[in-house]
Each structure stands twice: as C-alpha cells, then as structure tokens.
C-alpha cells in the first residue's frame, strides 16, 4: 500500500489486541508513512537506509510512548532512581534489541518479508554507536537493558561523543585509525532536549564575599569560560515490561553570552574559535582502555558530564520533592570507575556555594548518594590528575578537595595517631614529585559504598589497592559479580540457540536465567545433542561466510573455532596466544604426517593507537596469519584470522559461533571479564587461568568442564617477588625456544628483521605478564582441549553444561543485588494501557 495519511502513525496498537494480519498491515503503513514523512521519499526513490530510518522510527515511536507513561509513573510514585555515571555506555545497535525488547521482531520479519525487505539487511544499515572503549563500557549498556527489564527507575548519563572509537583499519598487518563517522547519517533513536540545557563553567578563580543579609562569608567561583550541555536522549526498552528508561549523554555547545562578546568586539574568528574550543569537549572518546590520559580534554570531558548530570538530577529532585534535604532518599548515584569520581566534589559544590548547605550536612547527603564501582587493579589506570591542571581548570573544586582532605585526615589521625605513612597513603593528594589529586581515593571517601566487580577482584582490592580504605570502613566494601544481559547475547545474537532452548524448557531463562539449569535434564537426550550440535555447525558456516567476506580468508568450518576478543592488552596475553599458534605451526612443519585436531585461531580487538606493544601484537598476529595461512603443509589444519574492528556487532557474529574461548590472562589481573561470560553463555568451553570471574565461571560450570591452566594469582606474586628469569624456560622448553627463534629468525617479518625485536624483549628480558612462566603449561592444557574436541559427544555434553550452569553471569542477577545492597531501589512496573 502506498497511500499515506498527514499525520505519520506509530505502531500504535501493533501487539496489543490487533489479529496477526491487522498487525502486520499496521506495521507496514507505519514503514510507508515513516518513509514519507520522516526520510521524504516513497517506495520508487528508497534506498535500504531509508527503509532502515523508517523502521527505526517506528520503533522508536513505540518506545517513546512508553517512555512518556514511565516518566509519568515514576514522577507519580516518588520513586527513588538510580543514576548510573559512566563516560562510556557502549550501547550497540539498537533496532534489532528495540525490536527483541518490545516482542516485535518476528512479527517485523514476516511484515517486512511481505514487502520484500529482509529485516537482516536493514539491521546492517545501522551504523554502531561505539561510545566506549571495552568491558567497562559495555558493562554499563547490559546494565541499562536489566535496570528497565527489573522495573529499575534509571538513568544513565554519559557523553554524546561526535566520534566513538575508532574504525580499526589493517594495512600491511598494522592497525591503522580512521575516524568513526557513526552521526554521518543522523541517529534516529535521540531525542535532543535544548530546553534541558544546562550551564557549566570551566578556568577563572573563586573568591569570598558576603551574601546580603547574611554573616557568613560564601564562596564564589568567576569562571574564564563557560559551556552549554544540552542533553541527547536515547530510550532504553527492558524486555517484556512497558518500562523504558532514559540514557541521557550530554553535547558540549558554545554558551552564546560568550560569543556574543567577541563578535561586538568585531572579533568575528576570534568568536568561532571560541565556539569550536568548547565543541570539543564532547567531539571524541579517549580510545584508551585502562590507562589514564593525562590530557586536559580528557578531565574537561569528566567534569563536563557529571556536572551536567549533577543539575539534571537536582532539577529533576526539586521538582519532585522541593528540597534537597532528602536528595540521598530518591537519588542514588553509581560511579562507573574514578571516571566520573569529580562528581564528589561537584555535589559538594552546589549543596554549599549555591544552595546555602553547611559543610557536615552537605558531606552526609554526598556520601549516602554515591556509590563506587573500581574496574580494575592495574596501576596504570589509576587516574591521577596533577594539582596545577586541576586548580586551573576547576579551582573550587581544588579548594573543596583540600577542605575534604583535611577533615578526612583529622578523622584518621584520630583513629592511626602515630601512623604518617598511612595518612599520606589515604591522603587525596599525593605528594613527593608533582602535587596529584587521586581519584580513587576521592571516590572511596565521597562514597558510602564500594565494589569490586567479581569476588577475587573485590578481594585484591581489600588486600591491595584499596587496603587502607578497607581496614578504616570494612562495611563500605562489596562484590557485585558482573554479568551481561541475555537478551543480547543469547537471544538476539543467537536466534537459533535461544529457539531451541525455549522449545526445551519453554522461555522463561529470558528473563530469569538461572532456568537454564533445566538444560541439564535433557543432557542425555541425544536427539538434543544433535540439535545443539548442528545449530554451532550453522553458526560457524555464517561465520565462516562472513570471515571470507571481510577477510577473504578461507576457514574450514569444521575446525575448532577458538576465539580471543577483547582489547589488544599485554596483560590479556594475546601474544601467550600467537606463541601457542607458531608452536603448532612448528609441529605441523616439522612432522607433517602427524594427526592433528584442525584450528582455526580468530583474534579480534583494538589497541589503543598509544600502546606501540599492543600494536606490535596485531602486526605479529596478522604476519603469522600470513604465513601460515599460505603454507599448503598446514592447509585445512590450521588457519589464522585477524578480524579488523572487533565491536559489538561482530561481537554477535562470534560469540555463538565459537567452540573455545581464550581467557588468557595473567592471574590478578583482569579485575572480571564479561566476554567470558557471554562465550559460555552460547555454548563455548573457557581455556583460562584462575582470574577475574573465571574463578567463579568454573566453579559454576564445574572443573570438569573447564580448561584450567597456569599460575595462581598467589604464585604469580611470589615468583615476582623472588625475581623470575624467563630465559630459564627459554633454556629448558625446546618448543619454547624454538618459537621465539622462529620469530627472531624473521620468518615473520620479511625485510624487516628486527621488527619483532621488542616482543622477544620484553618476553626474555622481564616477561612482566608471565608469559613464559605460564607457556608450557597453556601448551599442554590446549593439548587436553584438542584431544576432549576430538570426542565431539563429550565435547557438546560440556558445552551444554557451560550453557545450564552460566544462569548466575545474567545482569539481572548482578542489577538486583546492586538495587538490593548498595542502591536501596524498587522496581515501579508501569501499567500497560
Ligand atoms: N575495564 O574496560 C575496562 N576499562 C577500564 O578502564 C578498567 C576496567 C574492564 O571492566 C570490565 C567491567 O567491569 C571488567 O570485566 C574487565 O575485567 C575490566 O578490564
């Protein structure tokens, strides 16, 4: 049908009491309509991304329905809402899960087959909204998607970068950066709000001065600049609820007063210049994943987006409540990482400069608001942000952290009196060197509650980094395991994996994914087994498909599919990785005729441009690949695939189709991982070491289904300690040796022989990861891997039992002991129509 109506309709009543085919005739007069008056065309001049625009505005009209009535809801029941800070939300495509949300996809599918439009074709137009670097990003976009399936009021604020993380480019085996455009054709699913723009100031000095008809002296900051942030809304659909909450990122503007300035002056550039310092702040993602940037942008960006927020939540509190009183009644504030941990000092701030607070009942409303989450142990990602920067960018803010400290300090003198070394490790200032505020240790003192991210990390971070904080409030500290929603990751990612398990045990593991245990009642029904293990096998084929489209590489579906993806890091210990593919390569070399179990070895991540080792890596990667991808000994035995610009949507192609997932790292050091939780979920088996939530994973799953190798987290502390030699092992394991020299013998690097030289460095010189004090062992369990793949029943047996036992990793689980222990919420379910 092509007629169209003036007003463009919404899928209105599209699943509500309508019969199927009134439905989908709805569903495809929306498309019409949206493809007319949202994109200005009819069917004859449509290209797919009109078509895709449409779609997502139907979608996205139904949403906003919903939205309205949650807003209502929530406003009517007072509800206290949690306030989820993060710098990055990397949220992923979003029509495919609008439509999962919302029960529409099937539905869309036929609706749109009728017109002759394939759903997966649209889907693919979408361009990926990459506003985050890794795990901690993405952590905060699972938690979005259980905050509104629990009926959780929420918010989540964040950045409106102009460009996310950049598109990974591979030229001649090296990473190469190219911008990431992903705004170039509009972003159908923000709303921008001008009317909620907010002012935030930046520079200047403060200075003291008496209010009229008041003793007390005041403070007040005379900022240098000021910046506009008007907020872009995006609606977060849950499943199966009429809840939908709000990801609010914020746009840096230029504030007008400011400009206006300068054109009177007649300084017309003098004046766009100015416009375009301040549309910086939000214009890219720092692309570094846990190490701090030292860059003044980077904490412009920190406070600009917690200090937006920090109104938005004030605002919307005195609507709703009058005063700020009982602001830690209805608001409770998470802090993702020491990222947005400035926030402490803001609240602090406005409670005393502009709302009149005193200093004691100020500091107890911001410590029962805040909550901290510290992501990681590694004390490179320690932010630290030097007193003179600070001062000069947020000069009241320098004065209120002074202030914090020095109560602080009096307290714990009080309690350690003669313990200087202690005072000056709680300090928030570090001294000795450069003058440096310490974010973690501010977000530790602002905040009521603590957490670490999966039971070991929150142990190494009462034992180590955060000791002291521990031994002065143990009651501050918690776990709160990680988890991934399942919507994404099993039933969008998956159609064919979820289907059969819901034809199984029926769908509630949608929503409560501990019933995945019911899985294991059907273990010895082969019939099933057959069904799970033909639906892997059809993954890996589309996968094998979509390797040769972007690679051109060549893969035998067959193979054991053993995946590593995630941010190219040395701790991560992909290199651990490439070193076991030349091992096998060697072997394969050297006695042809022997029997293998045929790899195929997938690699995907970025390295941050900054991190020359990690891009090392991704050339070492992509020359074995070269190699060994070439070599007709090894054909259809072994082959080696570097996917360029791993992000979430790949991320959906590999996770079901993976037999083994690689979790590599050296022990004590990756704080959880989320990408081992979402392999097991679709049926991989984990070759990992004893870190992060690994440790809980093969407890879940049990020893027996888990590849276990390496040191402990114990032991890698006392080898250090003792001092480890790695040339030792290069002396004592001749496969060992023999793979380095490989790669010293610049196999690898044709032309270019000393290209490779600072891995063998830093693998022979002090190995600071430990790769080879755990190489032997990795080879060996890789050996038992093979040999369980070679027994495919016992193999898919394990796979499945992977898949029952991961129920505890859904961030259902996670989210409801967040609102439960540290955020005191209830669900507010808002009534269908
Ligand atoms: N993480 O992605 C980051 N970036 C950081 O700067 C610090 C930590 C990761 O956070 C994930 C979510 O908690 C963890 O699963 C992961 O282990 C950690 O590296």
Redesign the pocket.
Known sequence: SNTTTEVPLSLESAGVALDAEAQVSQIQQALVNNLYWVQGKDEQFANAHDYYTALAHSVRNQLLQKRIRTAKTYAQERAKTVYYMSAEFLMGRQLGNGLINLGLYDTMRHALADCGLDLDELLEREAEPGLG?????R?AACFMDSLTTLNLPAVGYGIRYEFGIFTQLIRQGHQVEAPDKWLSYGNPWEIARPDYRVEIKFGGHTEVYKKDGDDDYQVRWIPAQTVIGIPHDVPVPGYGTENVNLLRLWKAEAGEAFDLDAFNAGDYFGAVANKMISENITKVLYPN??TRQGKELRLQQQYFFVACSLQDIIRLHLRDHGSLENLAEFAAIQLN?THPAIGVAELMRLLIDEYNFEWAAAWQITQRTFGYTN??LMPE?LEKWSVDLFGKLLPRHLEIIYEINHRFLAQVKLRYPNDPDRLERLSLIEEGGERRVRMANLACVGSHAING?AALHTELLKQEVLQDFYELWPDKFSNKT?GITPRRWLLQCNPRLAQLISETIGDSWITNLDDLKQLEAHLDNEVFRHAWQAIKQENKWSLARYIHDTVGIKVNPDSMFDVQIKRIHEYKRQLMNVLHVITLYNRMVQNPGDHVVPRTVIFGGKAAPGYAMAKLVVKLVNAVADVVNNDPIVAGRLKVVFLPNYNVSQAQRLFPASDLSEQISTAGM?????GNMKFALNGALTIGTLD?ANVEIREEVGADNFFLFGLTTEQVAACKAVGHNPWCYYDTNPELKRTLDVIASGLFSPGEPDLFLPILDSLLVDDPYMVMADFAAYVQCQEHVSRTYEDRDRWVRMAILNTARIGKFSADRTIADYAREIWKVKAVPVAGE
């Open positions: 670097n890794g795990g901690l990003g952590l994943d846990e990482d992501h990681t990602a991210v990680n990756e704080a959880s991982g989320t992060g």
